[in-house]
């Protein structure tokens, strides 16, 4: 893991996915394309937010650490998917942070609400593993090594 | 609407067509009947009157003519009259005696008589009842002018006229007096009868009424000239004379032309008459009953007055039962008819009042029932309409979340398959890999099912759109798809150009899709193969076909065709749900069409429809 010389800030990618196959294999195809970043994992849209802003049981994480990808899932329990992109959007710590929604619905309204709500991207989850597989390389290709990350995610690494 | 001919004015003009004419028929010809009858009454009885007069006059002047000639026959005044003649001594005394004879014998026997007059042959007044006039000279007398100078022996009736000698107004009678010797004649006797006498028999107007009058008048000199004492001038009776040609002569005219009748005309005060008119032959009088025609006729025009009086007030009743008879009848109907057009603009709620227990009273009453039956029905259908609007839209979301719970699991399933294919390859054997792979596929499998059954269920559910849709466009876009799928595969792909149709743009893709999806699959394992899009008429009527010179179907299984999940091939041959049909079958059916295919075992298959 290349790390800086001053501090070694993590540049963590956030996966907000309630069900758990799903968290595996996702996590699976990162690590089967080299994708090394440290992946945070929570179970619902309450606990996403818990730690976005450093609430509740999160509430000894670093702000200055925020996630420089978040992996949305609008299908949550406790507050949706939908939710949490809008709370993300109105919070200025949060605000800049590229967020894909990575979803089952192909619900054209869904994919409205995203973009209207702030969503960079939106992926269709595939059954097939992969077309899954391709679709996280080709995440990991744009967002972490080619797109230029806002301030806060810290620089290119 | 009121351009139309309404009920209510048919209904009016035809109940006052049906009372109001023969009303006005009836009191019509009851008038003319009445007043025809009137008239011919009035007529007979004016003929009645004249004819009763003229005898009277006749028997009049046969009576005073015999009293004359009995005059003349008597044989005192013959001898008399022949002493005078001969002038002999006792010539005076004889005029005194035949003076006196005249007076005290002759006069007493005629009171009507106003005086005896005799002259002798050469006119001069002999004697006289009337002293004053003896000796005068009266040869110029139409009586002594008639008898004696023409030498006619016979009785001389003169027409009243104002005499001098008299100072009245006299009518004389003259004979001739003959010597009972020699048969000459030897002197004339006059009679002079007061005008009044023929004025009495005038005079009585019984059966005339208050107008009626009594005129005898002569010709003299193309004029005509009144005999009695005129009723209404009595002082111009004799100075009257109204020309023969004149309007007010016509009765006397025709009654001195000998004829007689009635005729309708102006009399002397040109007055409107009716008068009967008739001949007095034996002195050549004519005489005219007449009677102011409005007195004549008076009791018709109170007829008149009568009929016209009931006409008219019968005829209102008439027109005012008319009229609400038309109206009772014609405002439900209105009633009706408005209340129809109410509730075929959609206010269903509305009934009809109308309390009648004939014919329209039932039509009411069944109208109101239709009304209420169709309003119930309509809010049955409605009812039924949200229930139904209800349930698809739990269907919707059933399928929805059905497809995505479904679908959750099937990707983890698929998901560590591969994983355990890819990062435990090594751990299994080939039968292991084996039924991983089998894992795999059926996990797929089952997504496609999911897929096809959602697509299913939405067209079956979804609103179809009405649009001009282009199939020759959808066709070639598919086969662009398909190309790229596969761009090693050689496929040639025959596409006709139509015209729009009308349809649903996103299912008629849906079918053209599946039907391409088809023909492309079941033409796979020819190298070469040829995908046909064309339109025929048949019957007026367009059809659609896609065909394919793939691996066809045996004709006896056609009908399963369409059903789903009805495959006519194994999964090995060819992949595929048994949806796609079926699909294909309920997209064409809702847009009304037929769908139906053709095909042979190795030829390929033909897929028609009509929309």
Redesign the interface.
Known sequence: MPTDTKEAKKRIILLVED?P??V??TI?GLKKNNVVNEIAVVGDGAEALEYLFCTGAYAQRDVEEMPVLVLLDL?LPKVDGHEVLKRLRDDDRTKMIPVVVLT??D?EQDLVQCYSNGANSYIR?P????S?SKAIQQLKVYWLLLNEAPPNGGSTG | MKTFWSIKRKLLIFALCISLIPILVITILFYLSARGSVEKQINQKMIAVAESKALHIEAFLKTIRGRTIDFCSDGYIRDKLDIINQKVLLEQDAVVDLSSHLKNNKMPLDPDIASITVLNTTGTVVASTIKSIIGNDFSNHEEFVHIVSKNKKEVFTHRPHFQQYLNHSTMEVAAPVTSMESGQTIGIIINAYNQEIINDITSNREGMGNSGEIVIGLKEDGTIQFINTLKYTPGATTTLKIPLNDEAAEPMRLALEGKYGTIIGHDYRDINVIAAYRYIPSIGWGLVAKMDKAEAFGPLTVLRNIAIVLGGVSSIAVILVGISFSISTSRPINRLTAAAKKISNGNYDYSVEIDRHDEIGALAVSFNNMTSKLTHEINEHEKAEARLTGLNKELEAFC?SVS?DL??????I???S??LEEDYADKFDLQGKDYLRRICTA??KM?NLITDLLDLSRITRSKMKHEKVDLSALVKSKALELQETEPERQVEFVIAEGDCTDGDTKLLKIAIDNLMDNAWKFTGKHSQARIEFGISLQDGESVYFISDDGVGFDMTYADKLFGAFQRLHSITEFEGTGIGLATVNRIIQRHGGNIWAEGEIGQGAKFCFTL
């Open positions: 069900n196959d799903d595996e294999l699976r299908k089952t619905s619900e989850k059954v097939g593993f992969d899954f | 929805y995505h679908r959750a699991p099937l990707r983890g698929e998901g560590f591969r994983a996990s797929h997504d």
